[in-house]
């Protein structure tokens, strides 16, 4: 038995900041929007055991937000006033918390306290079952500041962490509705910002597209949100791979990987242009929430433990690997739902095969360069179809090239100008419409190398002159190399002289 004990119990207002501290605006309204998916799902079952739920149609969120005020409301089925009492306010899930469902997206028991805490300080949540409704009215300073009453003999007097839930009108469509204001500055700011909806919006249509396709409706601000079009394209020639698994930890895992768009002609980005390459990498999902989205980094298999980086002319490739369980507990997510736990055994294994995968595909875009023009012309008799329509299949099918031995190598040129400069280059090629690639290949025939055939010596001895911040003049020529070019000659050899070929001297 200890003489003493310390105290350990943490205060509210540091585990307020803590919680709320590491996670994005966005992922906490994600955070929302997974209960009411969990709601829905617990509503599907309640009306008949089932295994996977594949039909939420009915079923709606709508979340709405302005530089004063946040709300989301859903159909999908309220929270029960038990539940609420012992569970749902609950930091963390108690071990005996009955569980959302098979397959839920909740597990920690963190979620909506930790989003509600991070937007604003007035909450409103009016929550209504079939049965019986409550409401309740959170002031977080008011929350933060309220101590329990000293118990005798006890101490130091515990601070009260209870909400109170007041009974309330029931509604006729059964869900809930947390209404938050008194924003705090900086969410409010980003709610003001006209591209926050958006890209908010770009974000739900990525990480919900599968509840999407299932019939679920998000709204945001009024615009109902389209989901991600996961596809690959196939043909005669390219055909995805798809495994699907049981781990040995009984993690069902689902792997789909293919070409979800053409490959780049250009083996480096073109310069000023950002590819579109949000669809490009390997997503991960869990309970079909997507968790990492087009990932080109070591959190999935780029540049992990030695496999090659992501490179631009990857480009083309989608990997989605899901996994699924009845028990979210098993899934290799972490709190935030926003990064896989990359130790969970069951991860490992799928980067295995996620490695190999991968490496098809990077043989494949090394070996379509040898007759680049016959890959473009396959690659583009592939169709686009739904990904998660794709049969299953052992291996990732694409078409062979066999590097030629007389094959040319050839090397890419890229230069940048100001646009303006360009456009006048257009114009006085009599074409304003070319191309900037055509005015590029227009402009090394039009400034050929105009020099002779110049020996060893004599190149040595130009050679020495260079680097020059002017082309030499003739004194400078007499001086160093004994003889003379005419001065379009040397002006272009000033240019050019990195490029110059060498020709060997021979003693007739
Ligand atoms: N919109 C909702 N509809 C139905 N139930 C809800 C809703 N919002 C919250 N709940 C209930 O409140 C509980 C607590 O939610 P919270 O997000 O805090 O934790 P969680 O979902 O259990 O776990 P996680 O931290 O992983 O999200 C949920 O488990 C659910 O039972
Ligand atoms: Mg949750």
């Avoid at 000293?150 to 029931?170: H, I, N, T, V, Y």
């Avoid at 230069?415 to 290949?441: C, D, F, H, Q």
């Avoid at 007499?478 to 000033?494: E, K, P, S, V």
Wanted: aromatic letters at 10%; charged letters at 25%; proline letters at 5%.
């Amino acid at each position: 038995m200890a003489t003493h004990k310390a105290h350990a119990t943490p205060t509210k207002d540091f585990f307020v900041r803590m919680i709320t501290k590491d996670i994005s605006l966005e992922d906490c309204i994600l955070d929302l929007i997974d209960n009411c998916l969990d709601g829905a799902r617990k509503a599907r079952h309640a009306e008949g055991p089932g295994v996977r739920v594949d039909d939420y149609s009915g079923f709606v969120a709508k979340v709405d937000f302005e530089a004063n005020r946040f709300d989301i409301v859903d159909n999908c089925g309220g929270i029960k006033i038990s539940e609420a009492i012992d569970y749902a306010f609950h930091f963390g899930r108690r071990a005996n918390t009955p569980t959302d469902g098979d397959y839920s997206i909740g597990l920690y028991g963190i979620g909506m306290k930790r989003a509600i805490f991070k937007i604003g300080n007035v909450i409103d949540i009016h929550s209504s079952t079939s049965a019986e409704a409550f409401k309740t009215h959170i002031n977080v300073t008011e929350w933060l500041g309220k101590d329990a009453v000293p118990e005798p003999g006890k101490q130091p007097p515990s601070e009260d962490w209870d909400f109170d839930l007041d009974d309330a009108e029931r509604i006729q469509e059964t869900g809930t509705k947390i209404a938050i204001t008194e924003l705090y500055q900086g969410i409010s700011a980003q709610f003001a910002n006209p591209t926050f909806a958006n890209s908010l919006s770009r974000i739900v249509g990525r990480d919900y597209a599968q509840f999407l396709a299932k019939g679920f409706e998000i709204i945001v601000n009024g615009q109902r949100v389209l989901g991600f079009d996961f596809v690959v394209r196939e043909s005669e020639h390219f055909k995805a791979i798809r495994l699907q698994y049981t781990d040995d930890s009984g993690v069902e895992v689902d792997i789909i990987a293919g070409m979800a768009g053409l490959p780049p002609e250009d083996l480096e980005p073109p310069e000023g242009k950002r590819a579109e390459t949000d669809y490009y990498g390997w997503f991960v999902l869990c309970n079909d929430r997507v968790v990492i989205a087009s990932d080109k980094s070591n959190r999935t298999v780029w540049g992990d433990d030695g496999f090659p980086f992501w490179h631009y002319q990857y480009n083309g490739f989608i990997g989605v690997v899901s996994f699924h369980s009845r028990n979210a507990n098993q899934l290799p997510w972490t709190t935030t739902k926003r990064e896989v736990d990359s130790s969970h055994p069951a991860y490992r294994r799928a980067v295995v095969k996620m490695k190999e995968i991968s490496r098809s595909w990077i043989n494949y875009t090394n070996e379509r360069k040898s007759d680049m023009d016959e890959a473009k012309r396959r690659e583009a008799g592939a169709t686009p179809m739904p990904l998660f329509n794709v049969a299953p299949r052992a291996s990732l099918e694409v078409p062979r090239f066999v590097a030629t031995t007389n094959r040319v190598v050839v090397a890419n040129i890229s230069y940048a100008k100001p646009a303006s400069e360009v456009a006048k280059v257009k114009k006085s090629l009599g074409n304003s419409n070319m191309t900037n690639k055509e005015v590029g290949l227009k402009g090394v025939a039009a400034d050929p190398i105009m020099v002779p055939h110049l020996t060893i010596k004599e190149k040595i001895a130009l050679d020495r002159m260079m680097p020059s911040p002017h082309s030499p003049t003739d004194g400078e020529m007499d001086g160093a190399a004994g003889f003379r070019l005419l001065r379009d000659q040397i002006d272009a050899y000033h240019r050019h002289y990195r490029h110059y070929p060498m020709f060997g001297e021979i003693q007739l």
